[in-house]
C-alpha cells in the first residue's frame, strides 16, 4: 500500500517525559512526524492526569463520608451507609461500557468532557446535601453515584492508551497510567486528612449557602480539579491512534474531529510483504484469553478492596487503637505505600523487557498470596477483648454484624464529646475470644506485601490485556474490564464484612488465599494464550501454511 505524502523526519534520540526510553519507542521504519509525535504524547500525559483525578475523586472523601452523613441526616445508619460507599463503584460498573462503546465511534474527547463534567457536578451536589429539608442521605447516594459514573472514563482513557502507543511503548504507557490511577487511591485519604485542619464548622458563604469544612472541601477541591481536567482536555488533548509498530493512523475517532492528522490523512503502513501481519486484517480475538484476564483482574482489584477496608478495623481489634489512632496510623501507612507503587511502577517497566508481562504477573500474584498468608493468626497470644459498650449518654454502638458497610464506620462513631471510645475486640464477635492477635509486625509485613503485589498485577492485566485485543477499538473491551475492577470493589467489602464479622480474620484471610490459589492455576492453564494479538496471528498464519 502506498505511503502518505508527508514529511518524515528522522527518529529523535531524546525520549519524552514519562515516555519510553531510547529507541524502543522510536524505531527506523515508524513513519512519524515530530509535530505528531510531540503532540501525541502530550494527549498521553493528559489522560495521566485524568486517571489521577478520577480515582482521587473516589478515595478524597472515603474515610469522611459516615460522619458527614451523620451530621446531614441523622435517620441514616450503617446499613445506608454500606449502598453510599458501593454507589460510587456500581455508577463507574454502569458506566464504563457505555463511555467505552461511545469513544469507538465518536471522538474521545466528547465522552472524557461529559464523564468529567458528571464528576464536577456530582462533587458540588455533595457539598450542598446538607441544604434539603429532609431525604439528605438519598442525595448523598445520589452524588456518590454519579462521581462513579464520571469515573466510568477510565475505559475511555485506557482504550486511547493502548491505540496510541506502540508494543513496545505499550508497557511502560500502562504502568504510567495505573500508577497514576493507584496513587490518585492512595493519596485520597491524605488530602483528607490535610483538609481534616480546617475543622467540622468550618466557614459559612452564606450568599450561595455553601459550607466549606472538613467534609465539603475535599469534593470541593475535586470540583476544582475536574474543571481543570476540561480545559486541558479542549486545549491540548488531541486524538491519535498508531498501529503495533508505532505507524500512525486514520480511526474512526477522527472523522468528527478536525484537526491536524485528519487533514494530512495519516494511514496505517501495513505489512504485505515477507508474510508480516495485515494490521488492517482483525481477524478474531482470543475470548478465552480475554475472560481469563478479567478474572485475573477482578481477583486483583477484589484482594486489594478486602485488604484496605479490614486495615482499620483489624488495628482497632487486634492493638485496641482508638477510631482516631487507626485512622491516622492507617492514613500514615496508604501514604507510604503510595511511595512503594511508584517505585514499583517504574521498576516493572525495565523488568517486562526482560522476563515478559506474563512472568510479572505470575509473581505479583504470588506475592500477594504471601501477603496474606503471613496475616494469618499464627501466635498465642488473645487480644484484648471489649466487654461491653462504654454508655455515657451516648446512642447505641454499632457494631459489625448489623451490616457489611460498618467497617466503614471505623466501629464507632462518637456522637458527642460526653462518650466515652471502647477499644479492644468487640465480645459481640465470639471468634475474639478463641482467635490469636495478629502481630503488628505481620500487619506491616502484609502492607508492604500487598503495596508490591497490587501494583505489578494491575498494570501487567491492563498491559496484556490491551495487548490481546490487537488494533480493533478497544473502547467496548475496556468498559468490561473496568467494570469486572468496579464489581470487585463492590463485592469485596461485603465479602471481608460477613467473614470477619462471623468467623474472624483466620477464615476471611485463608479464603483469600484461595482465591489468589485459584487465580495462580488459572493463569497457568492459558499462559500461553496471553500473548499479543499480532503474535497469535503469526502463529495461525504459520499453522495454516505448514
Not at 9 to 27: I, K, M, T, Y
Not at 301 to 310: K, P, R, S
Not at 522 to 529: F, H, P, S
Given at each position: 500500500?502506498?505511503?502518505?505524502?508527508?514529511?518524515?523526519?528522522?527518529?529523535?534520540?531524546?525520549?519524552?517525559?514519562?515516555?519510553?526510553?531510547?529507541?524502543?519507542?522510536?524505531?527506523?521504519d515508524?513513519?512519524?512526524?515530530?509535530?505528531?509525535?510531540?503532540?501525541?504524547?502530550?494527549?498521553?500525559?493528559?489522560?495521566?492526569?485524568?486517571?489521577?483525578f478520577?480515582?482521587?475523586?473516589?478515595?478524597?472523601?472515603?474515610?469522611?463520608?459516615?460522619?458527614?452523613?451523620?451530621?446531614?441526616?441523622?435517620?441514616?445508619?450503617?446499613?445506608?451507609?454500606?449502598?453510599v460507599?458501593?454507589?460510587?463503584?456500581?455508577?463507574?460498573?454502569?458506566?464504563?461500557?457505555?463511555?467505552?462503546?461511545?469513544?469507538?465511534?465518536r471522538?474521545?474527547?466528547?465522552?472524557l468532557?461529559?464523564?468529567?463534567?458528571?464528576?464536577?457536578?456530582?462533587?458540588?451536589?455533595?457539598?450542598?446535601?446538607?441544604?434539603?429539608a429532609?431525604?439528605?442521605?438519598?442525595?448523598?447516594?445520589?452524588?456518590?453515584?454519579?462521581?462513579?459514573?464520571?469515573?466510568?472514563n477510565?475505559?475511555?482513557?485506557?482504550?486511547?492508551m493502548?491505540?496510541?502507543?506502540?508494543?513496545?511503548?505499550?508497557?511502560?504507557v500502562?504502568?504510567?497510567t495505573?500508577?497514576?490511577?493507584?496513587?490518585?487511591?492512595?493519596?485520597?485519604?491524605?488530602?483528607?486528612?490535610?483538609?481534616?485542619?480546617?475543622?467540622?464548622?468550618?466557614?459559612?458563604?452564606?450568599?450561595?449557602?455553601?459550607?466549606?469544612?472538613?467534609?465539603?472541601?475535599?469534593?470541593?477541591?475535586?470540583?476544582?480539579?475536574?474543571?481543570?481536567?476540561i480545559?486541558?482536555?479542549?486545549?491540548?488533548?488531541?486524538?491519535?491512534?498508531?498501529?503495533?509498530?508505532?505507524?500512525p493512523?486514520?480511526?474512526?475517532?477522527?472523522?468528527?474531529?478536525?484537526?491536524?492528522?485528519?487533514?494530512?490523512?495519516?494511514?496505517?503502513?501495513f505489512?504485505?510483504?515477507?508474510?508480516?501481519?495485515?494490521?488492517?486484517?482483525?481477524?478474531?480475538?482470543?475470548?478465552?484469553?480475554?475472560?481469563?484476564?478479567?478474572?485475573?483482574?477482578?481477583?486483583t482489584?477484589?484482594?486489594?478492596?478486602?485488604?484496605?477496608?479490614?486495615a482499620?478495623?483489624?488495628?482497632?481489634?487486634m492493638?485496641?487503637?482508638?477510631?482516631?489512632?487507626?485512622?491516622?496510623?492507617?492514613?500514615?501507612?496508604?501514604?507510604?505505600?503510595?511511595?512503594?507503587?511508584?517505585?514499583?511502577?517504574?521498576?516493572?517497566?525495565?523488568?517486562?523487557?526482560?522476563?515478559?508481562?506474563?512472568?510479572?504477573?505470575?509473581?505479583?500474584?504470588?506475592?500477594?498470596?504471601?501477603?496474606?498468608?503471613?496475616?494469618?493468626?499464627?501466635?498465642?497470644?488473645?487480644?484484648?477483648?471489649?466487654?461491653?459498650?462504654?454508655?455515657?449518654n451516648?446512642s447505641?454502638?454499632?457494631?459489625?454484624?448489623?451490616?457489611?458497610?460498618?467497617?466503614?464506620?471505623?466501629?464507632?462513631?462518637?456522637?458527642?464529646?460526653?462518650?466515652?471510645?471502647?477499644?479492644?475486640?468487640?465480645?459481640?464477635?465470639?471468634?475474639?475470644?478463641?482467635?490469636?492477635?495478629?502481630?503488628?509486625?505481620?500487619?506491616?509485613?502484609?502492607?508492604?506485601?500487598?503495596?508490591?503485589?497490587?501494583?505489578?498485577?494491575?498494570?501487567?492485566?491492563?498491559?496484556?490485556?490491551?495487548?490481546?485485543?490487537?488494533?480493533?477499538?478497544?473502547?467496548?473491551?475496556?468498559g468490561?474490564?473496568?467494570?469486572?475492577?468496579?464489581?470487585?470493589r463492590?463485592?469485596?467489602?461485603?465479602?471481608v464484612?460477613?467473614?470477619?464479622?462471623?468467623?474472624?480474620?483466620?477464615?476471611?484471610?485463608?479464603?483469600?488465599?484461595?482465591?489468589?490459589?485459584l487465580?495462580?492455576?488459572?493463569?497457568?492453564?492459558?499462559?500461553?494464550?496471553l500473548?499479543?494479538?499480532?503474535?497469535?496471528?503469526?502463529?495461525?498464519?504459520?499453522?495454516?501454511?505448514?
Open positions: 500500500m502506498a505511503s502518505a505524502d508527508i514529511d518524515v523526519l528522522e527518529p529523535v534520540s531524546e525520549a519524552p517525559l514519562l515516555g519510553p526510553s531510547g529507541d524502543s519507542g522510536r524505531c527506523q515508524v513513519m512519524e512526524t515530530l509535530q505528531h509525535y510531540t503532540s501525541r504524547w502530550r494527549s498521553i500525559r493528559i489522560m495521566y492526569l485524568t486517571m489521577f478520577s480515582s482521587l475523586g473516589f478515595s478524597i472523601v472515603i474515610m469522611s463520608i459516615w460522619p458527614y452523613l451523620q451530621q446531614v441526616d441523622k435517620t441514616a445508619d450503617a446499613s445506608f451507609l454500606g449502598w460507599i458501593a454507589s460510587y463503584s456500581i455508577g463507574q460498573m454502569i458506566a464504563s461500557p457505555f463511555f467505552g462503546a461511545w469513544s469507538n465511534y471522538p474521545r474527547r466528547e465522552p468532557i461529559v464523564s468529567t463534567s458528571i464528576s464536577v457536578v456530582a462533587n458540588c451536589l455533595y457539598a450542598y446535601v446538607h441544604l434539603p429532609s431525604h439528605n442521605k438519598y442525595y448523598m447516594l445520589i452524588a456518590r453515584t454519579l462521581v462513579g459514573f464520571g469515573a466510568g477510565v475505559a475511555v482513557v485506557r482504550s486511547f493502548a491505540g496510541a502507543t506502540s508494543l513496545a511503548e505499550r508497557t511502560s500502562m504502568a504510567n495505573s500508577a497514576s490511577q493507584a496513587v490518585g487511591f492512595i493519596l485520597g485519604p491524605v488530602f483528607q486528612t490535610l483538609f481534616t485542619l480546617i475543622g467540622e464548622k468550618g466557614i459559612t458563604w452564606k450568599i450561595i449557602n455553601l459550607q466549606v469544612n472538613m467534609y465539603t472541601a475535599p469534593v470541593l477541591f475535586g470540583a476544582l480539579l475536574g474543571i481543570i481536567n480545559v486541558l482536555i479542549f486545549v491540548i488533548f488531541r486524538e491519535h491512534h498508531v498501529d503495533d509498530m508505532g505507524r493512523c486514520r480511526s474512526i475517532n477522527f472523522e468528527a474531529e478536525e484537526d491536524l492528522y485528519y487533514k494530512l490523512k495519516l494511514v496505517c503502513f505489512y504485505t510483504e515477507n508474510d508480516e501481519v495485515d494490521q488492517d486484517s482483525q481477524g478474531s480475538i482470543d475470548h478465552v484469553a480475554v475472560v481469563s484476564t478479567n478474572v485475573i483482574f477482578f481477583v482489584l477484589f484482594v486489594f478492596a478486602v485488604f484496605e477496608t479490614i482499620t478495623p483489624l488495628t482497632m481489634d492493638y485496641s487503637w482508638t477510631r482516631k489512632k487507626a485512622v491516622f496510623i492507617n492514613g500514615l501507612i496508604l501514604g507510604a505505600l503510595g511511595i512503594e507503587s511508584i517505585v514499583v511502577f517504574l521498576a516493572v517497566k525495565e523488568l517486562s523487557k526482560k522476563t515478559g508481562e506474563r512472568a510479572i504477573l505470575y509473581g505479583g500474584l504470588g506475592i500477594m498470596l504471601v501477603g496474606f498468608f503471613v496475616l494469618l493468626p499464627w501466635g498465642n497470644q488473645l487480644p484484648n477483648i471489649q466487654w461491653e459498650d462504654i454508655k455515657n451516648s447505641p454502638r454499632t457494631t459489625f454484624r448489623e451490616s457489611p458497610a460498618s467497617f466503614w464506620t471505623l466501629q464507632a462513631w462518637l456522637p458527642s464529646n460526653d462518650t466515652v471510645e471502647a477499644t479492644g475486640c468487640p465480645a459481640k464477635q465470639s471468634w475474639c475470644l478463641h482467635t490469636p492477635i495478629i502481630y503488628l509486625g505481620q500487619y506491616i509485613t502484609t502492607d508492604i506485601l500487598i503495596g508490591l503485589g497490587y501494583p505489578v498485577c494491575n498494570v501487567m492485566s491492563y498491559t496484556l490485556y490491551s495487548k490481546i485485543l490487537g488494533p480493533r477499538p478497544q473502547g467496548v473491551y475496556m468490561w474490564l473496568t467494570a469486572s475492577g468496579s464489581g470487585a463492590v463485592l469485596g467489602p461485603v465479602f464484612s460477613q467473614l470477619y464479622t462471623h468467623l474472624g480474620p483466620r477464615w476471611a484471610f485463608s479464603l483469600i488465599c484461595g482465591i489468589i490459589v487465580s495462580l492455576l488459572l493463569l497457568e492453564v492459558v499462559y500461553k494464550r500473548v499479543a494479538f499480532s503474535v497469535r496471528y503469526k502463529r495461525l498464519q504459520e499453522e495454516q501454511s505448514s
